[in-house]
């Protein structure tokens, strides 16, 4: 029975060689170490993130409501995660029934009208981060 082996490329290990292989790898550490640590990732899973918000889809107040879809509800998912009402995996651009109920439990603990409507009043309430009332 014969053997195959693969021919592998011979290296040579000179002192440069060995010093460009160990930066190249702690670069690849702090780069790693920032893809875990960053918003990025916490989108990954739920509610990882308790720092301020970190939206910029949408900057208006304009009403927003259920069966909505584009940057308006992209905000407003980002921003209710951040406060967590919805889970970063939640996001999706679409007002759908998990953003209504987010939406609505937001606006419960804020004193506003729970209609699942947002409006200027919950936008307010959402860009300023307040803790519920």
């Not at 060995?18 to 739920?46: C, I, N, Q, W």
């Not at 909505?68 to 951040?82: E, F, I, K, P, T």
């Not at 987010?102 to 936008?123: E, I």
Request: aromatic share 10%; charged share 15%.
């Amino acid at each position: 029975m014969s053997t195959f082996r693969i021919p592998l490329p011979r290296l040579r290990r000179s002192g440069r060689t060995v010093k460009r292989a160990a930066v190249l790898a702690a670069a690849a550490g702090v780069m790693t170490t920032g893809l875990f640590a960053s918003p990025a990732f916490a989108a990954m899973g739920d509610n990882l993130v308790d720092g301020p918000a970190a939206c910029a889809f949408y900057e208006g107040r304009q009403s927003t409501a259920f069966g909505d879809q584009g940057d308006r509800v992209s905000q407003l998912q980002c921003l209710l995660a951040n406060r967590h009402y919805l889970g970063w995996n939640r996001l999706s651009g679409a007002f759908d029934a998990d953003t209504l109920v987010a939406v609505v439990n937001f606006q419960r603990n804020h004193n506003l009208l729970p209609d699942g409507s947002v409006t200027p009043d919950t936008w307010n309430a959402l860009y300023a981060g307040s803790a519920p009332a």
